[in-house]
């Protein structure tokens, strides 16, 4: 193992150790499997590659200041797994089989796990596919659940810092009554052109309205949107948008820090009323939003003036990270140790 400087990692694929895999064949999960292959032997009618029946979760591993490891939430990564399969057609994993390959692959892969304090951590990436070999449009009948880690950096360059984002009419995420509210890979293959229209502006991320009306708020590329106003948290409410796993935990902080919140649909003029805006997700916790400019109208939703993260979403922030580093009190049992 290369001497890794953990505190310039980007967020991308490092190679580790081990994998681990199990198979669904004749309608029954098989026993778990420990590989040390990054690749996966696969036919070339596999009803994944040409149907797209596939499903991912992320989430992570901390290395805690109390010598321990834990992971965050696994249960709520699971439930979700098992919504996407039963809106797909696949096989559900259980929670109880879902956690304990996390357990194992954190296990075996515990030297790359970075050090405490020194901004990264390992993200876990469960992936369900259906490797089942027919042409016709159908749900596979057998299936590979997999889970690889990677040691990874913050997913935007400047960690918790405010970022510009813009608004896209020109690109949905996802269709009504679509796949928007699972997490497939067809989803963030529909936002490519955006992401690097965007980028290519020089904004971090694209933002998007209903696709329906173009007059609510979506969600922020690969984020959920939260705004603060008057003491209130809220956040969208939409069948086309991903339930994120650290949205629910931050709406139930922001509770506890005695704001109100509100999920519910988000029109954009409401935008302007906004103190404080953020994007939330597994990959970047919090990443506090500085401005959303919508190009069709010349107009600028401006939430940070001075370029520094707005008081609430910071505190929010913090109170999350503590939890999962294990520094205060597991109120809500979220944090399970695994090493």
């Given at each position: ?5 953990w505190k310039?990692l980007?967020?991308g694929?490092?190679?580790?150790d081990?994998n ?6 004749d ?5 778990i ?15 994944c590659?040409?149907?797209?029946q596939?499903a991912?979760?992320g ?8 010598g ?11 439930a979700r797994?098992?919504a996407t399969s ?7 994993v ?6 304990e390959?996390?357990d ?7 030297r ?5 304090e020194?901004?990264?951590t ?5 992936l369900?596919?259906?490797t089942?070999a ?9 299936y590979l ?6 040691p990874?950096?913050p997913y935007?360059?400047?960690?918790f810092?405010?970022?510009?984002y813009?608004?896209?009419r ?5 269709a009504p009554?679509?796949?928007g509210?699972?997490?497939v890979g067809g989803?963030?293959a529909a ?11 020089g904004?971090s ?8 009306e173009?007059?609510?708020?979506d ?16 956040t969208p409410l939409?069948?086309?948008?991903l339930p994120?796993?650290?949205n629910?935990?931050l709406?139930q902080?922001a509770e506890?820090l ?6 519910r649909p988000?029109?954009?003029?409401e935008?302007?009323t ?17 401005r959303?400019?919508d190009?069709?109208t010349?107009h ?7 370029g520094?993260?707005g ?17 205060e009190p597991?109120?809500h049992g979220?944090?399970r140790i695994?090493?």
């Open positions: 193992m290369k001497e890794i400087d310039n980007s967020f694929y490092l190679k580790t081990y681990v895999r199990c198979y669904y064949r309608g029954q999960w098989g026993q499997e420990v590989c040390s292959e990054e690749t996966i032997p696969m036919h070339m009618a596999a009803v590659l040409h149907y797209g596939e991912f979760e989430l992570k591993a901390y290395r805690c200041p109390d321990h490891v834990r992971v965050f939430r696994s249960d709520e990564n699971a797994l098992q039963r809106g797909l057609l696949m096989p559900e259980s929670t109880e089989l879902f956690n390959m996390v194992r692959v954190v296990r075996l892969n515990e790359w796990i970075p050090p405490y020194s901004g990264a390992l993200y876990i990436r469960p369900l596919i259906g089942g027919q042409v016709g449009v159908h749900p596979s009948d057998e659940f997999l889970i690889f880690v990677s990874v950096g935007f360059k400047g960690g810092a405010t970022n510009p813009v608004i896209t020109d690109y949905d995420r996802s009554l679509g796949t509210c699972y997490k989803n963030y936002s490519l052109r955006a992401n690097k229209w965007a980028h290519d502006q904004y991320c694209e933002f998007y309205l209903d696709a329906k173009k007059k609510y708020i969600e922020c590329g690969a984020a959920n949107f939260f705004g603060i106003k008057d003491n209130t948290y809220v939409s069948n086309s948008i994120s796993v650290t629910k935990s709406m902080l506890d005695g704001l109100k919140v509100e999920r988000i029109p954009l003029e935008l302007e906004f103190e404080e805006a953020g994007a939330c997700g597994t990959a970047a916790v919090i990443s506090p939003i500085e959303i400019d190009p069709d010349g600028s939703y401006v939430f940070s003036k001075d520094k993260p008081v609430i979403s910071e505190k929010l922030y913090k109170k999350l990270i503590a939890i999962q580093y294990g520094i597991d109120r979220w944090a695994v090493i």
